[in-house]
């Protein structure tokens, strides 16, 4: 606001004030943007002169779908001015609304998305994925990584790029193996135990002199001599803690992270800097806890050592081409301005899009910002939008039932195309059963059935019972797979 009383002073001499904007794309009141500026212009000016009032109405990037999606979107807003959108662009593409299993079965479902479009002649660089919040960076990344497709952060960094994550990832490589002395160097002072650089750097001296790894030197009590001061109680701290934690490197990863966490006091360490940036930090922490437990339940044999391994797999950079075509990964905040032929926009349910935390100062105006922010990124869609959700999602620890965004169903049906999930019984194809008509009970060993994804595969064992069931399945094109049936999906293929 003070930005535009500024301005109207400037030009209060001779009453020329021109602005351009778009309230439907009003999407930074957390950084101080006043929506009223513009909704208010005409009253706030009218009684000095005449304002004429242009509306650009002919939109020249997205097809008819798109457009009429969003349109009907945005009109539930009340704090807005009427325009009518004309597309100016025909396409006979609807947009396609999926509904998924679970932040891996979305990741994977943008990934195919991908691929298909890649296969129909498009280049990497000309599709966009787009999220609420970094955190969900992390299912996204690994499933481009193990599908070979190169992709970009912009507006931010890779997941296990991220400090608290890279923190983190370091204890444990530590755990795993005490020499390494790049994890050692990262950690020693993180959370602050006033180890200065100075310190730091006299351990390192004398561990290379006697051929020790810092951990080695760190621990040992000879170390307390070349310190004084804080850095002495810190080094004692330091040691302390690697040895409690030592005996975790035997375990599962969820244990050994969680006792990290706990151990280090992380989460307050991360209270001390920005609410908001704090806030994204320990989300991203949640995730990487997550993505531990995740691991630990696909491969119950793999332990520290294995999760560790997959997590390089994952965020090894060194397979991609810095200046080859990529897929871009953004928040949809990054995304204003933004133009692509292909998008894909993830994580559509309540709780996400809208964001719990917009709705709770003021619910009506933080709904109408995040329907502000979705009508954004629908229209960086030029020829093709695919909109995702899951119906369980492991967020802060809890694997939790989400419900569909609201936003959902403000769009009108017209433009919309939503996959049936299964296939149609009057259709020369195979003939499915599924969950809600059989329950589980022919998931039995040596069924054959079919994944969305996977594609065919046959039954090789059970876990569990009920909604705790897991499906063990050996696909032709994917190798085995450990499933939770409740979502999964699975089709019993009957003849």
Not at 91 to 98: A, D, G, I, M, P
Not at 398 to 405: H, I, L, N, R
Request: hydrophobic share 40%.
């Amino acid at each position: 606001h003070v930005q535009y009383r500024l301005t109207r002073h400037l030009a209060s001499a001779y009453g020329n004030l021109t602005v351009c904007g778009d309230p439907d794309q009003s999407i930074y009141g957390w950084r101080g943007a006043d929506i009223k500026n513009i909704l208010d212009f005409e009253r706030e000016l009218g009684g000095e002169r005449p304002v004429v009032v242009v509306k650009l109405e002919h939109n020249y990037r997205s097809a008819r779908a798109i457009l009429g999606a969003a349109q009907g979107l945005i009109r539930h807003n009340l704090a807005r001015k009427e325009k009518e959108l004309i597309a100016t662009r025909e396409s006979e593409r609807k947009v396609r609304v999926l509904e998924c299993g679970d932040e891996n079965d979305e990741a994977r479902s943008i990934v195919e998305g991908v691929r298909d479009a890649l296969a129909r002649g498009l280049t990497p660089e000309r599709m966009a994925v787009f999220y609420r919040t970094n955190f969900m960076q992390r299912a996204l990344e690994r499933a481009f990584r193990l599908a070979g497709i190169p992709y970009q952060i912009v507006g931010g960094v890779e997941f296990y790029e991220r400090r608290e994550v890279r923190d983190l990832v370091s204890y444990l490589r530590l755990l795993v193996n005490p020499r390494d002395d790049a994890a050692c160097a990262r950690v020693i002072n993180v959370p602050g135990r006033g180890i200065g650089a100075k310190s730091v750097e006299e351990l390192a001296r004398v561990a290379a002199e006697r051929a020790f790894s810092l951990h080695a030197l760190a621990t040992a009590p000879e170390a307390l001599e070349l310190v004084k001061g804080k850095a002495r109680k810190g080094l004692e701290a330091f040691a302390k803690l690697l040895r409690e934690l030592a005996p975790r490197a035997a375990g599962p990863a969820e244990d050994a992270l969680a006792a990290v966490v706990e151990g280090t006091n992380y989460f307050a360490h991360l209270a001390t800097g920005d609410d908001a940036e704090a806030a994204a930090r320990v989300e991203n922490v949640e995730e990487l806890l997550a993505g531990a437990r995740e691991y630990d339940q696909e491969n119950p044999q793999g332990g520290l050592r294995g999760y560790l391994e997959d997590v390089a797999l994952v965020s090894d950079v060194d397979g991609f081409e810095e200046a080859s075509p990529r897929v871009t990964l953004m928040t949809l905040h990054s995304s204003k301005g933004l133009e692509f032929p292909v998008v894909f926009i993830a994580g559509l349910e309540e709780g996400l899009l809208p964001h719990a935390l917009a709705l709770d100062e003021d619910p009506e105006a933080g709904a109408e910002e995040e329907r502000r922010l979705l009508y954004v990124g629908i229209t960086r869609a030029m020829d093709e939008l695919t909109l995702t959700h899951a119906k369980l999602r492991l967020h802060f620890g809890e694997t939790a039932w989400q419900t569909p965004s609201r936003f959902l169903a403000e769009l009108p049906g017209e433009w919309l195309d939503t996959p049936s999930l299964l296939a149609d019984e009057e259709s020369d194809g195979p003939v499915f059963v599924s969950e809600e008509e059989e329950s589980y009970g022919e998931l039995t060993v040596g069924a054959r059935v079919e994944h969305d994804h996977f594609g065919y595969g046959v039954v090789e064992g059970t876990r569990g019972a009920g909604a705790s069931l897991k499906v063990v399945v050996h696909f032709a094109s994917a190798g085995t797979r450990t499933l939770m049936a409740q979502y999964a999906r699975l089709r019993v293929v009957r003849r």
